[in-house]
């Protein structure tokens, strides 16, 4: 079974700009969760979709979005970039009644 | 709230030696744990979790995790190094039906010859 894809897998942008990231989780997992990950602040959970409806949502502004598509497949946007978005975004997703989370390899986004 | 304390940010273990890093969290109800490890440039591998049973649970890679409930702790351990283990180490937390999974702050390990 293919694991958790992301794309791209990098991605520069400049300040002010915005970005669409995409993943594509394990087939039959219906949840997925987005984190970002930096030096300075760690892993940070952003949202969770399941049956394209936004469950769980952390503690960023709202700039960041995201929205999950009828096959679960998800993406997650971030408008008006700043220095500060340069991170690894990762996505994993989840069966349905499990609690175990597969990442996928990351989209490293690099704001300039 | 839930949290998760790494206390050491970076080890150092010699080929062969010994491995144990520490984990301690706070979660308000049953905790479901885990430890994920990262390879540079990389995504979160699982090694291991623990849902409940048994508190000495094994993972991948030789790898076996701990739980003590009246220590808030879940330590990693493996009795023999290789040096493919260097690596970054999260624990993390979460809890049933509650997907938002936090992290600790990651042990940096090192593998020496």
């Known amino acids: 079974k293919a694991g958790v894809t992301q794309t791209p897998r990098y991605l520069i942008k400049t300040r002010g700009q915005q970005v669409t990231l995409s993943c594509s989780p394990i087939?039959?997992?219906?949840?997925v969760s987005w984190y970002q990950q930096t030096p300075g602040q760690g892993l940070q959970f952003l949202f969770e979709?399941?049956?394209?409806?936004?469950?769980n949502k952390g503690n960023f502004p709202g700039r960041f979005s995201g929205r999950q598509f009828s096959n679960s497949r998800s993406e997650m946007n971030v408008s008006t970039l700043e220095l500060g978005d340069s991170a690894l975004y990762l996505c994993?997703?989840?069966?349905?009644?499990?609690?175990?989370?597969?990442f996928g390899p990351g989209t490293r986004l690099t704001v300039l | 709230a839930q949290s998760v304390t790494q206390p050491d940010i970076h080890i150092t273990v010699s080929e062969g030696a010994s491995l144990e890093l520490r984990c301690n969290y706070s979660y308000g109800a049953t905790p479901y744990l885990f430890w994920y490890v990262q390879s540079p440039g990389q995504g979160l591998q699982l090694l291991l979790k623990y849902f409940s049973g048994d508190t000495l649970v094994q993972g991948i890679k030789g790898f076996e995790a701990e739980f003590k409930r009246s220590q808030s702790s879940f330590n990693l351990r493996k009795p023999s190094v290789h040096w493919s283990d260097a690596a970054e180490y999260f624990c993390a937390v979460n809890g049933f039906g509650n997907e938002k999974l936090t992290f600790g702050t990651g042990t940096r390990l090192t593998i020496i010859p």
């Open positions: 979709y399941f049956s394209e409806t936004q469950r």
């Open positions: 994993a997703s989840t069966m349905e009644g499990q609690n175990e989370q597969f």
């Open positions: 087939s039959g997992h219906r949840s």
